[in-house]
């Protein structure tokens, strides 16, 4: 697609239950990220793959985030046992290595979670 | 701890007016610097890039960086309302790192 796509766009879970969220990064962007923005806040990193590879996870809140991209595209951040201070806007951006662009990140629409 | 920071605003410009938004950072080390325009509910919308000293000018939009001083900010001419949004400040250390937001400026632009 032309843009980084991310779904679904708004998830309600109860406390406890496990959520799943996706991204499909540009095609040919090798580099992807996961941020956090909670209300009124800058995103916040969560977590980098390059390809397949998660090279930096060091924004992960919690062992019950968990983030996947085992292609090389599309990726999965999945939240186990969510709490309600899970619930916040989760932003995927992804980035081209060419020089040109010295790998500005897109983002996606995000998806607005609320834990209940 | 390599921060971004932000005056919150609001700032609060008549149309057709300059509005100056303004940006510092902690890490010397950091390189690429960037402005995001997010409209309330939206994504962030890239708008701006600046890589070295100077001035970078682009439409109505320019970004001025310092790295001396450690200071990037992001002029708009002839605002519109169009342009009420919040600006994030965002800076990367090297290529295919993580960026690092400021918790953004909001804007309003009154016709």
């Known amino acids: 697609g032309a843009g980084v796509s991310q779904s679904p766009r708004y998830k309600v879970a109860k406390r406890g239950q496990d959520v799943a969220l996706r991204c499909d990064p540009i095609s040919g962007h090798v580099s992807l990220f996961w941020y956090q923005q909670a209300l009124g806040q800058g995103p916040e990193f969560l977590t980098y793959?390059?390809?397949?590879?998660?090279?930096?996870k060091s924004g992960l809140p919690s062992d019950r985030f968990f983030a996947e991209r085992p292609e090389g595209s599309v990726s999965t951040l999945k939240i186990q046992r969510t709490q309600q201070e899970d619930s916040a806007v989760y932003l995927c951006?992804?980035?081209?290595?060419?020089?040109?662009?010295?790998?500005?990140?897109?983002f996606g629409d995000g998806t607005r979670l609320s834990i209940l | 701890q390599k921060e971004v920071e932000q005056n919150s605003g609001p700032l609060s410009v008549p149309e057709g007016a300059i509005a100056s938004l303004n940006c510092t950072y902690s890490?010397?080390?950091?390189?690429?610097f960037f402005w995001y325009r997010q409209y309330s509910g939206k994504s962030p919308e890239l708008i701006m890039s600046i890589y070295s000293n100077g001035d970078k000018e682009d439409g109505r939009f320019t970004a001025q960086l310092n790295k001396a001083s450690q200071y990037v900010s992001l002029l708009i001419r002839d605002s519109q309302p169009s342009d009420s949004a919040t600006y994030l400040c965002a800076v990367r250390g090297q290529a295919g790192t993580a960026l690092i937001f400021g918790k953004g400026t909001t804007l309003s632009v009154s016709s």
């Open positions: 890490d010397r080390v950091s390189q690429s």
């Open positions: 951006a992804s980035s081209s290595p060419s020089v040109g662009s010295a790998g500005a990140q897109h």
């Open positions: 793959f390059q390809n397949e590879a998660q090279l930096d």
